[in-house]
């Protein structure tokens, strides 16, 4: 279940051609691509506010809501797209998405029929509109997510890299990377890997998908620790200078040098990149979970997560309740115990089984 919560970034990634389907000049496939979440939300309010009828407009401001982890929110959106049009793909990945974001929350039995109803949104998105990229991959990762008995098969998510291939190739080879690896099959992951970057080598989801894939357990259990670390320094360092200033890659880069033991690497190269970077309250983001997992640079990791705080925080990432965690994490660090458990109390309020917030009061 971790996996997949980590994979939700992966998730989002819409397919390349614009869709205006039957809403004019509404097209907010390219941006969720790009991960312009903060103006896909925007666009798709001013939408409704034009025409709550818009099914387009109410599954793209799902795919943003839940990209800015407001599940909740995601959901009650993506079923409005499902009401006003059922057929249309957009709304029942949004609404598949959104039931798989739902289940990760509860993280009880109950979640299990949101993820069987996810699974069923998905493998209809899909059949509704075979071009829609973001449905290969979303199906891809849940079949090797999901256990056999819950719908889950290697095979099946193969044969979505090679629909996705058809469409995209360097994501259908990231995405068959990611199947491959998550399976422990990782020396059979490497060629596709290495294709997706030959052929991208500025794609930051791409760059973010091999390094999230190269620092996973399964690989380590491949490698071996010492191997797996040389590895993710090596490679950060090689796929940076296509990368300097997208956000997602320098949070890909920075976590691996950080499990490579070069934390000041990994907190120089954030801070580099954030006067230029495209999302700079990721990268901020980023800066104050580096502090708070290394212990190096607290109060500047305070002062950078306190501005993620107070400002738009853009999609792909923890979200709030992740920003409120690791403020917490280096106030308890610094001894102020009354402010970690204020902060950690902040983040619950917003994910209620938040269990790096949980941890903090219960070992307090």
């Known amino acids: 279940m971790k996996r997949f919560v980590m994979s ?59 990209a800015m982890q407001r599940v909740g929110e995601a959901l009650a959106a993506a079923q409005k797209a499902v009401d006003l049009n059922g057929g249309l793909a957009d709304a029942l990945l949004a609404r ?29 998105a899909v059949k509704a509109d075979p071009t829609l990229a973001s449905g290969w991959m979303t199906l891809g ?65 791409g760059v973010y ?11 380590r259990n491949a490698l071996g ?25 320098i949070e890909a880069i920075t976590d691996a040098l950080l499990e490579a033991d070069q934390p000041e690497n990994a907190w120089t190269i954030a801070t580099q990149a954030l006067p230029q970077a495209d999302f700079p309250s990721l990268v901020r983001l980023q800066l104050g979970k580096l502090a708070a997992k290394s212990g190096l640079h607290r109060q500047e990791g305070l002062t950078h997560l306190d501005q993620v705080l107070h400002e738009p925080l853009e999609g792909g990432s923890g979200g709030y309740p992740a920003a409120w965690w690791r403020k917490a994490q280096i106030l308890k660090d610094l001894g102020r115990k009354d402010e970690a458990r204020s902060a950690a109390q902040a983040a619950l309020r917003l994910d209620s089984k938040h269990s790096g917030a949980r941890k903090i009061l219960d070992n307090d």
Request: proline content about 5%; overall charge positive; some cysteine.
């Open 225 to 249: 620790a010492a191997e797996q670390k040389r590895r993710e320094a090596a490679e950060a360092w090689r796929l940076l200078p296509n990368v300097r200033h997208r956000a997602k890659a």
């Open 8 to 66: 939700l970034s992966l998730l989002l990634v819409p397919a390349l051609q614009a869709s205006l389907h039957a809403n004019g000049a509404f097209a907010p496939r390219a941006d969720l691509e790009a991960g312009r979440y903060l103006k896909v939300l925007a666009d798709s309010e001013a939408q409704l506010r034009q025409n709550p009828g818009n099914a387009l407009a109410w599954a793209a401001k799902a795919q943003a809501l839940l």
């Open 141 to 205: 990762i849940a079949y090797q997510t999901l256990p056999g008995l819950m719908g889950g098969s290697t095979r099946k998510a193969l044969q979505c890299a090679d629909n996705l291939r058809r469409l995209n190739p360097p994501r259908g080879d990231v995405l068959q990377g990611t199947i491959l690896s998550m399976a422990g099959r990782w020396n059979e992951a490497v060629p596709y890997f290495g294709r997706a970057l030959a052929l991208a080598p500025a794609d930051p989801d």
């Open 209 to 219: 998908g091999y390094l999230d894939a190269l620092g996973s357990r399964e690989t």
């Open 96 to 124: 598949g998405m959104a039931r798989a974001g739902v289940a990760v929350q509860q993280r009880n039995l109950s979640s299990f029929r949101n993820i069987s109803g996810g699974l069923s949104d998905m493998e209809a």
